[in-house]
């Protein structure tokens, strides 16, 4: 119960100290997750979509952030958010084919 616990008041701290990365994790998560299940059921297009879309407003939003305050590791973070962006893109023209 105390790692739970401690787990927890982890995720509430780093929630309350930087909001913008936590969404962003949060988006890339759930974007695992819809992309994990898609592979699952293969059939099930939305899982897709909707996973590429996470990725996609990860991507615009580490974008943003990191133009506005930029970090100690801007380049690094930059290139991952742009190669985020074109693997979803590429992904977004695989799903429409």
């Known amino acids: 119960m105390r790692s739970w616990r401690f787990w927890l008041n982890t995720l509430i701290l780093s929630s309350q100290y930087n909001p913008p990365r936590f969404v962003e994790l949060l988006m ?11 592979i699952f059921v293969p059939t ?13 407003g990860a991507s615009f939003s580490i974008l943003v952030r990191e133009a506005i305050a930029p970090s100690p590791q801007t380049r690094i973070t930059q290139l991952t958010a742009i190669l985020l962006l074109l693997v979803s893109i590429y992904g977004f023209a695989d799903v429409l084919k």
């Open 28 to 38: 890339l998560t759930l974007a695992i997750a819809m992309l994990a299940i898609s």
């Open 44 to 56: 099930e297009t939305p899982y897709v979509v909707l996973g590429l879309s996470f990725v996609v």
